[in-house]
């Protein structure tokens, strides 16, 4: 399969921002996706972005993808307590596959 | 219809027994995804539908598993002679491929965790 990677651990201050990191190695990747996942629960689904894009924000998030690098980042604004959590970036390519990093931990303290 | 459904949420089984899960999707939803979880990585791909068809299968999955889906609606996911390895969060998705876009958006369900003892 094709390797994402990430961070393990982010530790961060309450109101602070967070930058989360992936790396992937799939160069024919269509869509690049950011999911949170709560203890005990499945994924949620945060944002997107398309492979020809840099940037895209939504409300607190903003995703930056550098192509050339093959690097992708989160950037959550303003961190509250409620954002802790694990944090999955996955792969898509056109051949209908999805491939998960093994996720940030986002620790946030008050 | 809120998302995606997982049934049961916990099962714990003795080694050897036979367990089935079950996914309900998002009911428009044509593809039907299923992952395995285990701590502290992300999902694995082991298998998906398009409609009632099982079009792959991940070299995971082996023939000790069993996934369907009848009627192109929910799925089942069968674990036959269980090992202790077995013991994961099995996570079922569903997602609405654009034919207009390569964009497709998986949604997940809570999952289903299972111990096998």
């Known amino acids: 399969g094709e390797d994402v990677e990430q961070s393990l651990f982010l530790s961060v201050r309450e109101g602070d921002s967070s930058v989360i990191n992936c790396t992937y190695t799939d160069s024919s990747s269509t869509y690049l996706y950011w999911y949170k996942q709560e203890p005990g629960a499945g994924l949620q689904l945060l944002t997107y972005i398309f492979s020809n894009m840099d940037m895209k924000q939504d409300q607190r998030l903003t995703v930056l993808l550098n192509k050339k690098d093959k690097h992708l980042s989160l950037r959550i604004a303003d961190t509250q307590t409620g954002d802790s959590a694990i944090y999955f970036c996955a792969e898509y390519n056109n051949f209908n596959k999805f491939y998960f990093g093994s996720g940030t931990k986002l620790n946030v303290k008050p | 219809d809120t998302g995606v459904s997982q049934d049961p949420r916990h099962k714990i089984t003795k080694r050897g027994q036979n367990v089935t899960f079950r996914c309900d999707p998002i009911?428009?939803?044509?593809?039907l995804y299923w992952y395995r979880q285990t701590l502290g990585q992300g999902p694995e791909f082991l298998t998906y539908?398009?409609?009632?068809?099982?079009?792959?299968k991940s070299r995971l999955l082996s023939d000790r598993f069993s996934a369907e889906r009848p009627k192109g609606s929910f799925s089942t996911l069968e674990i036959q002679r269980t090992e202790q390895g077995d013991s994961a969060m099995y996570l079922c998705?569903?997602?609405?491929?654009?034919?207009?876009?390569?964009?497709?958006?998986?949604?997940f369900g809570p999952g289903t965790r299972l111990l096998v003892l």
């Open positions: 009911s428009e939803h044509n593809r």
């Open positions: 998705a569903s997602s609405l491929p654009k034919a207009s876009s390569s964009r497709e958006t998986q949604y």
């Open positions: 539908f398009q409609n009632e068809a099982q079009l792959e």
